[in-house]
């Protein structure tokens, strides 16, 4: 990212962490009147700061902000001269569950942190018991309160591993629930906002982006469990259903790919050593930007996520001379097979 790239999105960056600050005050009971988190407080000062020196009107207060962050999107914060992401759908507060938006975790850098909490939880342990953790918090989003404990009884050899990972869980907050209860999206098995009927579907989910018709199967009592830290539900749960069935297809086709990290992998693919990783995102500015970071050739995101939009955006988003495939799920597993067919032949 260019300098200037950088001043621009500072601004939208520090509102962002306003909003994300005020939603895990809210989260942990505090009260809604000031005193806001710093985080917010210094956001909306700075944005009063620049509405006054552009001529602009400034908003009235935090839930002014708030209101604004809710309707405006990060183009138009762009055409203002805030933000430098020109993406015309995302915005940084949902208007249905009043929380931050997947596209304003991105931007305040959730998925790095997801990517060292997990890390410094499992710093002492060995590969084998990383690998059971990970895939402990893969497919344990929402746990009970004595799950960690029946799981240790029936698989003595997760202990080590679910004992790290344990202190990754909290409370399910308010804002969750719904007459004491939490409902998850038959879809992507994260947090969701059921209709009123709860076979008529959600009205909200997480992942923001799942089928709304389906019914709610599964609501649990919030006092009976625990939920894992949202950034790592979205960072690392939710992209993990992408990779573990691309990777499962890949194997079964022949082309098995070499773990290398968290949610990274290696491959020789067009005759080229790739390192792939698995994301499943919303802000393809932000994504470009981390793809540089993370070092990878090859970013896959599930199907469903990738339209010639999120492409277009994604491309012009890389600096000059880099060369990074965005492939969907799909196109990485045909890819692969296609390609251990021709070497068959020959």
Same mark, same amino acid.
């Given at each position: 990212?260019?300098?200037s790239?950088?001043?621009a999105?500072?601004?939208? /960056?520090?509102?962002a962490?306003?909003? *994300?600050?005020l939603s895990?005050?809210s989260d942990?009971?505090g009260?809604t009147p000031p +005193?806001y988190?710093?985080?917010m407080?210094?956001?909306l000062?700075q944005?009063?700061?620049w509405a #006054?020196?552009?001529?602009h009107? +400034?908003?009235?207060g935090?839930?002014?902000l708030?209101?604004l962050?809710?309707g405006r /999107? #990060? ?5 203002m001269?805030i933000?430098g992401?020109t ?6 507060v949902?208007g249905?569950?009043?929380v931050?938006? !997947? ?5 305040t850098?959730?998925a790095?942190?997801?990517d060292r909490?997990?890390a ?5 342990l060995d ?5 059971r953790?990970?895939a402990?918090?893969e ?6 309160n004595?799950g ?5 009884n029936?698989?003595?050899r997760s202990?080590?591993?679910?004992k790290?990972v344990r202190?990754?869980?909290e409370p399910?907050?308010a804002?969750?629930?719904s007459?004491?209860?939490i409902?998850?999206c038959?879809?992507c098995?994260l947090?969701a906002?059921s209709? @009123?009927?709860?076979?008529h579907?959600?009205v909200w989910?997480?992942?923001e982006?799942?089928p709304r018709?389906k019914?709610?199967?599964d609501?649990?009592g919030?006092?009976?469990v625990?939920l894992?830290h ?5 960072f ?6 992408v @990779?573990?069935?691309c990777?499962?297809?890949l !194997?079964?086709?022949g082309?098995p790919?070499?773990r !290398?990290?968290?949610g990274?992998?290696?491959?020789r #693919? ?5 390192v792939?990783?698995?994301y499943d !995102?919303t ?9 540089v970071?993370?070092?990878?050739? *090859?970013a896959?995101l599930p @199907?469903?996520?990738?339209d010639h939009?999120?492409?277009?955006t994604?491309e ?8 990074i495939?965005l ?6 597993v045909?890819?692969a097979t296609e390609?251990?067919?021709?070497n068959?032949k020959r």
């Open positions: 990212m260019t300098r790239t950088a001043d999105v500072g601004l939208l /960056t520090q509102i962490r306003g909003v *994300v600050a895990a005050h942990r009971g009260a +005193p988190p710093h985080e407080q210094s956001a000062d944005l009063v700061l #006054l020196r552009k001529n009107t +400034p908003p009235a935090v839930p002014d708030v209101f962050c809710t /999107t #990060l183009a138009q914060w762009a055409a001269g933000g992401i993406e015309p759908t995302q915005r940084l949902h249905v569950a009043q931050p938006t !997947r596209a304003c975790l991105e931007i850098g959730q790095e942190f997801a909490l997990f410094a939880a499992v710093a002492e590969a084998a018991d990383v690998a953790a990970r402990f918090l497919r344990n989003v929402v746990m009970s004595t960690h404990l029946d799981l240790m029936l698989d003595p202990m080590t591993a679910v790290a202190h990754l869980y399910v907050p804002r969750l629930t007459a004491g209860e409902a998850l038959p879809t098995r947090p906002l209709a @009123e009927l709860p076979e579907g959600t989910c997480e992942a982006v799942c018709d019914p709610v199967t609501i649990l919030a006092g009976d625990l894992l949202r950034a790592l539900r979205l690392l749960a939710l992209p993990s259903l @990779e573990r069935s990777v499962e297809r !194997r079964d086709a082309t790919l070499l !290398r990290s968290t990274t992998y290696t491959s #693919l067009g005759g080229t050593d790739v792939i990783r698995f !995102r802000c393809a500015t932000h994504l470009a930007w981390q793809v970071r993370d070092l990878v050739t *090859v896959v @199907e469903t996520a990738l939009r999120f492409r277009r994604f012009s988003s890389l600096p000059d001379d880099t060369d495939s492939l969907s799920d799909e196109e990485l045909l890819w390609e251990e067919k021709a068959a």
